[in-house]
């Protein structure tokens, strides 16, 4: 009896095309969404802690359902904080994974050289912690923009920190310490601008590198220079140098600075002297909201965090939102196609509730900023942890604060 080889060879041809297609059926019934972040290094709170709140929002919504019928599945990537290590992921999740859209970017830098390879793809991009100014306006000059942002933008934090140290505390002889990456100079410009808006001139201005550990020179300028406070553009473990360099010299004045002094790296290599810095914050690890009760209680039983504490609350709580306003996108364009996707974004019809706020119409085609100067409050280091710096930001913080427009503090970039 002869085996019909030709016949089992037919029948493994037809398996294997009909396992084929139902791999690229499975492959396509996910939306792929990328996440881009530094995971390692110095800035790894702020990318990790994104990461986590990211992970903590694609659950939730895979749980209920997926969005349009289909799974949400993240495309995570570490890059490292270096700007060429960013422009290498963008090409990769655009060309090999075939991402609908992206979020993270935690570098300004990173943001500003990587972001432009989404611009020509047409592919929408989430910012959900760098701050920098110029990030939604880098593509001013074209027809369409893909970037947007749901983070505090730094014309809405300079301005925040010089009314704190110059008007509600009266200091007027300020320092501005300030790192030399894309986000410590553009912040130190926007500074720099805020003081002059007071009539105030920073009494000395000075900047260090990344991994710098000895900031004793430019301390010491600025004491000599007689500075009753200094003002910050950095991140956390250079941050803590600036503290841990006061303590060595024996001379202690108030830091306030933008957002990043709430970095669990700075926190920690600081110690005692870290204690009572203020910065902006779009959220405080406090559960001043059932959402955010929820979210806090959800993100510490998921990660378990040393001490309970989330390494960077901003970080997670921006990321968690960014997913839930790309997938109210995606729902209402009924489409992963970029542009669909795009479209949608700029005209929200149903509000999202978020950890940071309640998003009710968070972008137009004019304006991709979801974050208006109403909805930061002052945080402070206390106890090893982030607070409120004041009451009121805490009764602040327990509203439902959505855009406003017209919020002083709204950004204007000239060309």
Same mark, same amino acid.
């Not at 300028?221 to 406070?229: D, F, I, M, T």
């Given at each position: 009896?002869?085996?019909?080889?030709?016949?089992?060879?037919?029948?493994?041809?037809?398996?294997?095309?009909?396992?084929?297609?139902?791999?690229?059926?499975?492959?396509?019934? #996910?939306?792929?969404?990328?996440?881009?972040?530094?995971?390692?290094?110095?800035?790894?709170?702020?990318?990790?802690?994104?990461?986590?709140?990211?992970?903590?929002?694609? +659950?939730?919504?895979?749980?209920?359902?997926?969005?349009?019928?289909?799974?949400?599945?993240?495309?995570?990537?570490?890059?490292?904080?270096?700007?060429?290590?960013?422009?290498?992921?963008?090409?990769?999740?655009?060309?090999?994974?075939?991402?609908?859209?992206?979020?993270?970017?935690?570098?300004?830098?990173?943001?500003?050289?990587?972001?432009?390879?989404?611009?020509?793809?047409?592919?929408?991009?989430?910012?959900?912690?760098?701050?920098?100014?110029?990030?939604?306006?880098?593509?001013? %000059?074209?027809?369409?923009?893909?970037?947007?942002?749901?983070?505090?933008?730094?014309?809405?934090?300079?301005?925040?920190?010089?009314?704190?140290?110059?008007?509600?505390?009266?200091? =007027?002889?300020?320092?501005?310490?300030?790192?030399?990456?894309?986000?410590?100079?553009?912040?130190?410009? %926007?500074?720099?601008?805020?003081?002059?808006?007071?009539?105030?001139?920073?009494?000395?201005?000075?900047?260090?590198?990344? =991994?710098?550990?000895?900031?004793?020179?430019?301390?010491?300028?600025?004491?000599?220079?007689?500075?009753?406070?200094?003002?910050?553009?950095?991140?956390?473990?250079?941050?803590?140098?600036?503290?841990?360099?006061?303590?060595?010299?024996?001379?202690?004045?108030?830091?306030?600075?933008?957002? #990043?002094?709430?970095?669990?790296?700075?926190?920690?290599?600081?110690?005692?002297?870290?204690?009572?810095?203020?910065?902006?914050?779009?959220?405080?690890?406090?559960?001043?909201?059932?959402?955010?009760?929820?979210?806090?209680?959800?993100?510490?039983?998921?990660?378990?965090?040393?001490?309970?504490?989330?390494?960077?609350?901003?970080?997670?709580?921006?990321?968690? %939102?960014?997913?839930?306003?790309?997938?109210?996108?995606?729902?209402?364009?009924?489409?992963?196609?970029?542009?669909?996707?795009?479209?949608?974004?700029?005209?929200?019809?149903?509000?999202? +509730?978020?950890?940071?706020? #309640?998003?009710? =119409?968070?972008?137009?085609?004019?304006?991709?900023?979801?974050?208006?100067?109403?909805?930061?409050?002052?945080?402070?280091?206390?106890?090893?942890?982030?607070?409120?710096?004041?009451?009121?930001?805490?009764?602040?913080?327990? +509203?439902?604060?959505?855009?406003?427009?017209?919020? =002083?503090?709204?950004?204007?970039?000239?060309?």
């Amino acid at each position: 009896m002869k085996f019909p080889f030709a016949k089992l060879a037919s029948q493994l041809a037809l398996s294997a095309a009909v396992l084929s297609l139902s791999g690229l059926a499975l492959a396509a019934d #996910t939306i792929k969404i990328g996440v881009s972040g530094p995971f390692t290094g110095g800035s790894s709170s702020m990318g990790v802690s994104m990461r986590d709140g990211v992970k903590l929002a694609v +659950e939730e919504i895979n749980k209920a359902g997926g969005v349009i019928g289909r799974q949400l599945q993240i495309v995570e990537r570490d890059d490292e904080a270096k700007n060429e290590r960013g422009v290498q992921i963008a090409q990769e999740l655009i060309n090999k994974e075939k991402v609908a859209a992206t979020v993270g970017f935690i570098n300004t830098g990173v943001a500003l050289a990587s972001q432009r390879f989404y611009q020509e793809a047409k592919i929408p991009v989430m910012n959900n912690v760098a701050t920098g100014s110029l990030i939604t306006h880098q593509f001013d %000059d074209q027809p369409e923009n893909y970037i947007f942002r749901n983070a505090a933008h730094d014309s809405i934090q300079a301005p925040m920190i010089v009314e704190e140290a110059v008007t509600r505390r009266g200091y =007027k002889k300020v320092a501005i310490l300030s790192d030399s990456t894309n986000y410590g100079q553009l912040g130190r410009s %926007d500074l720099e601008k805020a003081l002059e808006q007071k009539g105030v001139k920073a009494v000395a201005v000075e900047k260090f590198n990344i =991994k710098d550990v000895d900031m004793t020179a430019q301390l010491l300028k600025a004491k000599e220079a007689g500075a009753e406070a200094i003002l910050t553009y950095a991140i956390g473990p250079e941050l803590a140098q600036i503290a841990n360099g006061m303590t060595k010299l024996g001379w202690k004045v108030p830091m306030v600075g933008s957002w #990043t002094l709430s970095m669990a790296n700075f926190i920690d290599n600081a110690g005692p002297g870290g204690e009572g810095a203020r910065m902006p914050q779009t959220f405080v690890q406090e559960p001043t909201t059932p959402k955010r009760q929820s979210f806090i209680i959800n993100y510490l039983k998921t990660f378990n965090p040393k001490n309970a504490r989330i390494d960077s609350p901003v970080s997670a709580a921006q990321g968690y %939102d960014s997913i839930y306003l790309l997938a109210a996108a995606i729902k209402q364009a009924n489409s992963t196609d970029g542009p669909k996707i795009k479209a949608a974004l700029e005209d929200l019809k149903t509000p999202v +509730e978020g950890v940071v706020t #309640t998003y009710t =119409k968070p972008f137009t085609a004019k304006d991709h900023e979801a974050i208006t100067a109403n909805i930061p409050v002052f945080g402070e280091v206390k106890g090893g942890k982030v607070v409120y710096a004041y009451p009121a930001d805490q009764k602040k913080a327990s +509203e439902v604060r959505m855009k406003d427009a017209n919020a =002083k503090g709204a950004l204007v970039i000239k060309k």
